[in-house]
């Protein structure tokens, strides 16, 4: 592990930052003819700025916060490589930049809440389920929260009635019914799915043909489940009805965008941009989060360890700042950071979620994702 | 020759008028100059500063520099300073023409700042450098650099010049420099996203802004340290609504004034007991607050509406909204 200097006479928090060599999800997207599509950069960046941020405060109450990186080898066993480093260093907390599975065997393999780790990618709704009881602090959002966002702005709308494109991944699958749970919690009417396929065999029109797709329902605007894009970049200008895209194209929901202009975001943007010398993503943004939340948390309660810092974290009265409006906090039944959820399109931010006029009982942000009553820890 | 504080409490400018101590009434400007009566707003969106006159009309639009935020008089008065954050500016215009007479460059993101008694060292807020730079507004010398945390904005300078407060939003924190020593002496740990500040006229405490704890928190300034706080709960409205920005004290120190941001009312403070006595529904987003001289006007900017409330503070009704530019920010007064 490599480790920043520690400034004399302050106490150290040591926050890791763990990633894998050869992550697919960093490998470089590229389409038909080699055009560039997708070039992901290691969201440490966000950690980085985090840290930067966090001098000032860090010098008031005498703490020296220090990033920590990791990087597990192609072959390495996530769980054991975690826990044995991990150890070693006295880091307090963890950010996880792994695949899926990683996160899951790091999180179980560390016994319950034995430390806060923290997930900046995964925004599956099973992965929340399954590791209800550990350490694990998602700052990503479900993809029931993206649903329910999106929902409900086209409930403001009065734009009812949803044309559903399915595309053949599992990822796909997961988008689409995670939207129609949110339709019918949001009474949306979802008129029809229809599931896709790349490419152009014409015995296949029904599943290539945007426009026959489209044709034989009638519908308010067309949600796309694509999380590749490559087939939703074509929906738009090609459907049968001048109707809008929502989803994967046209209105999209999200933790962060480049182009949202209140909130102070402009000045976290610069500071990222100036910093990363490219625009802040939202994976990028979870890590600055993630780490804020450490430093919130420390702030909080003085936490010099482990246990003290995992009990700071769970406090409903812990204020992070996300830059969106609303202070964040992580939800006591599935520990999700409740935080307000962009609607953007590929250059403005039409709206934030939750809607105005949509309230919950105990606390608006709430009103997005799985709320406490309907959530099932299935650890 | 005594000498009368007046304090605009918003961000804290000290003005040293010469001549007799005023009572009741309008207090006499500097040198016997006249007053031209104008009302200044910085609009940060259109680029544009809105004059109204004393009818509370719009007489003119001035074109400005980009993303104009804060404004302070200058020492004799009959200027007036505008930090222009998107050109890295410091633009210097004449009252009684409305003229740009001096444009100082390169100062990184000025958002707001506070003109030191001596007349001549402007503290400035660099936004985006997380830094405190001290201007001399007559050389155009940058004299002074201080390392804040992030996002710094309020700066408030205390009447005998000796203590200057900075807020840095992004670190939650109250950098206190000291002025002779030349360097930040002690960091106050606040509440979060510390915006503005007041200063009590008895020079007793600093009042300032947290607004994403929704809350006004008190420093007693002979410790140095938040001895309480002040948290504002309109009724029916949820508490991360509430987002305090400006705050005012009157010259008699009875009663603040707190512009509530998301909550769009300006909340009304016994400031003895610090409780809330009122709200006052105002435009969207209210942030930036001025006394008229005799302190029976509130000037209210609000950001999302686009507009002005003018309240009549005996009553605490809104008498009057008006409209200027895009995203208001901050209001001067002349009179």
Redesign the interface.
């Known amino acids: 592990m490599s480790a920043a200097r520690a400034q004399d006479g302050a106490s150290t928090a040591k926050i890791a930052y763990i990633a894998r060599e050869d992550d697919s999800f960093y490998a470089p997207g590229r389409t038909y003819a080699g055009i560039l599509r997708r070039d992901r950069k290691s969201a440490i960046a966000g950690a980085e700025v985090a840290i930067?941020?966090?001098?000032?405060?860090g010098?008031?109450?005498g703490v020296d916060f220090v990033l920590l990186t990791l990087r597990l080898a192609a072959d390495d066993d996530a769980a054991a490589r975690i826990r044995s480093e991990l150890n070693a260093s006295g880091a307090m907390a963890a950010i996880l930049d792994l695949p899926l599975d990683d996160v899951k065997r790091a999180s179980g393999s560390l016994g319950d809440e034995a430390l806060a780790l923290f997930n900046i990618r995964h925004r599956e709704i099973a992965l929340r389920q399954e590791t209800c009881r550990t350490g694990l602090f998602h700052v990503i959002p479900s993809r029931a929260m993206l649903a329910d966002a999106l929902s409900q702005y086209l409930l403001f709308k009065a734009w009812r009635r949803v044309l559903i494109l399915e595309g053949a991944q599992p990822m796909d699958f997961e988008v689409s019914q995670a939207f129609q749970a949110s339709a019918k919690k949001f009474q949306l009417r979802v008129v029809g799915v229809k599931k896709f396929v790349l490419g152009h065999d014409p015995r296949q029109r029904d599943q290539i043909n945007v426009a026959l797709m489209t044709s034989d329902t009638d519908h308010d605007v067309v949600f796309v489940a694509d999380v590749m894009g490559e087939f939703a970049r074509y929906v738009p200008y090609r459907t049968a009805k001048s109707r809008l895209i929502v989803g994967a194209e046209g209105l999209m929901s999200g933790a962060w965008d480049g182009a949202w202009e209140r909130h102070?975001a402009p000045?976290l943007n610069?500071?990222f941009e100036?910093f990363a010398a490219r625009p802040m993503t939202e994976e990028d943004w979870a890590a600055w989060v993630a780490v804020r939340a450490v430093v919130q948390g420390v702030?909080l309660s003085r936490a010099t360890s482990r246990a003290q810092l995992l009990r700071a974290l769970k406090r409903p009265d812990l204020?992070i700042?996300l830059y969106k409006?609303?202070?964040g906090s992580f939800r006591s039944w599935d520990r999700q950071l409740r935080q307000p959820i962009l609607l953007h399109t590929r250059n403005a931010v039409v709206d934030l979620a939750p809607v105005e006029g949509f309230l919950h009982q105990r606390h608006?942000l709430d009103s997005l994702g799985v709320d406490e009553s309907e959530f099932s820890c299935t650890r | 020759m005594a000498a009368a504080f007046r304090i605009h409490g918003r961000i804290g400018s000290w003005l040293v008028l010469a001549g007799a101590l005023a009572a009741a009434t309008a207090a006499a400007s500097p040198a016997g100059a006249e007053t031209t009566g104008l009302i200044i707003v910085s609009n940060e969106k259109s680029n544009t500063l809105s004059i109204l006159d004393a009818s509370d009309s719009v007489v003119r639009t001035v074109q400005t520099c980009g993303r104009p935020r804060g404004m302070k008089f200058s020492a004799n008065r009959r200027q007036f300073y505008v930090g222009c954050g998107d050109d890295n500016t410091i633009a210097i215009y004449e009252l009684a023409t409305l003229k740009l007479v001096k444009r100082y460059r390169d100062i990184a993101d000025p958002e707001t700042f506070d003109l030191h008694p001596n007349g001549h060292d402007l503290y400035i807020s660099n936004e985006d450098d997380s830094e405190t730079t001290v201007l001399n507004v007559e050389t155009g010398e940058i004299t002074a650099r201080y390392e804040t945390g992030a996002e710094p904005e309020g700066v408030l300078i205390t009447p005998d010049g000796k203590l200057v407060f900075v807020a840095s939003e992004a670190a939650n924190i109250v950098h206190v420099i000291d002025v002779a020593a030349k360097k930040i002496v002690k960091n106050i740990l606040v509440g979060t996203r510390p915006r503005r500040f007041a200063l009590r006229p008895d020079g007793k405490e600093l009042w300032v802004s947290a607004e994403l704890s929704g809350e006004v928190n008190i420093i007693d300034l002979s410790k140095l340290e938040v001895v309480t706080s002040i948290v504002f709960a309109p009724p029916a409205i949820r508490r991360d609504q509430v987002t305090p920005v400006d705050v005012l004290i009157t010259r008699d120190g009875r009663r603040a004034y707190v512009a509530l941001g998301r909550a769009n009312r300006v909340a009304v403070v016994d400031v003895p007991t610090r409780t809330v006595s009122d709200f006052i529904l105002v435009g969207k987003r209210p942030w930036g607050l001025q006394l008229t001289r005799d302190e029976k006007k509130l000037y209210v900017a609000n950001g999302l509406s686009d507009d002005i409330s003018i309240i009549e503070t005996a009553s605490r009704r809104v008498t009057k909204s008006v409209p200027v530019g895009i995203v208001p920010y901050a209001i001067l007064i002349d009179d």
């Open positions: 930067q941020d966090s001098k000032a405060i010098r008031a109450i102070g000045q610069r500071r100036r702030v204020t700042e409006g609303a202070p608006n």
